[in-house]
């Protein structure tokens, strides 16, 4: 039994936005404006850092097109690298990296949650890890079911959206109906105050990668899959802006409203994350790089339940340690050196493998693919000389998967020695 192709282009199209607009689009634009002195400098932030996530998405395009299948960046890097490098990717996304993230939003719901209903600091906990496990179970009924909640959230988030660019425009505000884009005086960047708004921008974005992971789900994958990219970065371009705008008309405070647009917005990306996750675990198990019931799908929805189980287990547990935003921060260090080596594989490819077929190249080659690689090891640099103790642990639990990867091929190796001993006798 293989996963099904479910996945049209409208789907993934809504899986990519419904991935990238989640909470950040509404906390990081109030952090990215107290950074940053004038609306020029916060808008310049935003472009630039959507400007990045566009040619990472590219890159992922372009890779995507080559290699159809389940498990993104796993594959990529196991292509590029070797099964070694693809293991710790996908070894790290489970234990620590998607978990995590899930648990980060998981806390982040709920803590939106209770400045709406009056809640005690066990039942916000209770909640943060309730709606983890309630997507987790929503999702081993079928890949339908998942989809059709990351369609219905996605198109919300999108409206709601929608509505504050309408609020830009209808309730001008003075700071900025006073005057153009263009400052008066010169335009002064503070430098170390402009690096730190603009990694608030990227992990704004962050999610652009989550669509691969279901490669092996999406209908003619080689023509869907760039178009995907394409159309939802340029989807979700205008409301991060619009956001951007806002956080620096409103500030730091947000209303009821935002509250709940907030909360609509985690529900949604949480979704996409629980439904991406497993098809990782899945293909890592299929190559017997995992154990073999991540590699099993359901007979009834097709899905990979075991691998949604586990990770969900794992995501409500990370939600009592607390911490939303230690948890994403922590959580930003580790996927960015991967992906780094991901689009820098784009490069690597071309030259191991220039006759395989690209449906879609990326433009600007290779310049585009530099330029994401270059802002993606400065924002891991950034991290590990700012946190340089739990950098330090973070290596440590990507490294940690190097003996693991040695004990699955060990039981590889043995299974098949299993397999043709009756042939050799």
Not at 272 to 293: I, K, N, Q, S, W
């Amino acid at each position: 039994m293989n996963l099904k192709r479910e996945l049209g282009l409208m789907d993934s199209i809504l899986l990519f936005v419904g991935s990238v607009i989640g909470a950040g689009i509404f906390i990081a634009p109030s952090f990215v404006a107290l950074h940053l002195e004038t609306l020029t400098g916060v808008l310049l932030a935003w472009l630039l850092g959507g400007a990045l996530s566009l040619f990472g998405a590219l890159s992922l395009a372009e890779l995507g097109g080559m290699f159809p299948q389940a498990g993104g960046l796993y594959v990529y890097l196991t292509h590029a690298y070797g099964r070694l490098a693809g293991f710790l990717y996908g070894w790290s996304t489970f234990i620590i990296i998607q978990s995590a993230t899930i648990a980060g939003l998981g806390i982040g719901f709920g803590w939106y949650l209770g400045r709406l209903l009056p809640l005690s600091p066990l039942a916000r906990t209770s909640v943060s890890a309730g709606v983890i496990l309630l997507l987790t179970a929503a999702n081993c009924a079928g890949l339908r079911f998942g989809k059709i909640i990351q369609n219905c959230f996605a198109i919300a988030k999108i409206g709601g959206l929608g509505w504050m660019i309408g609020m830009l425009f209808t309730h001008r505000h003075a700071a900025l109906s006073s005057r153009g884009f263009w400052p008066e005086q010169p335009l002064h960047i503070p430098w170390v105050a402009a690096g730190q708004a603009l990694v608030a921008v990227l992990w704004t974005y962050e999610g652009w990668h989550l669509l691969s992971f279901a490669g092996g789900e999406v209908k003619d994958p080689a023509r869907n899959l760039p178009r995907a990219y394409l159309y939802a970065m340029a989807v979700v371009a205008s409301p991060t802006v619009a956001a951007a705008a806002m956080g620096k008309v409103i500030g730091p405070s947000a209303g009821d409203l935002i509250s709940a647009l907030v909360l609509i917005s985690i529900f949604g990306t949480l979704n996409a994350l629980v439904l991406t996750g497993p098809r990782v675990y899945y293909a890592m198990a299929r190559d017997h790089l995992f154990f073999e019931r991540f590699g099993k799908l359901s007979p009834r929805s097709a899905t990979p339940v075991f691998s949604m189980v586990a990770q969900g287990m794992l995501a409500a547990g990370f939600t009592f340690l607390g911490g939303y935003e230690q948890l994403l921060t922590d959580m930003i260090f580790y996927s960015w050196i991967f992906y780094a080596l991901a689009v820098a594989g784009v490069m690597v490819l071309r030259v191991q493998q220039p006759d395989v077929p690209r449906p879609f190249r990326i433009p600007g080659y290779p310049w585009l693919p530099v330029m994401f690689c270059v802002a993606a090891v400065a924002m891991s640099v950034n991290t590990f000389l700012t946190r340089p103790l739990r950098s330090l642990i973070g290596m440590a639990v990507i490294l940690s998967g190097v003996p693991m990867y040695a004990w699955f091929q060990r039981q590889k190796t043995l299974t098949q020695a299993i397999e043709v001993a009756p042939d050799a006798v």
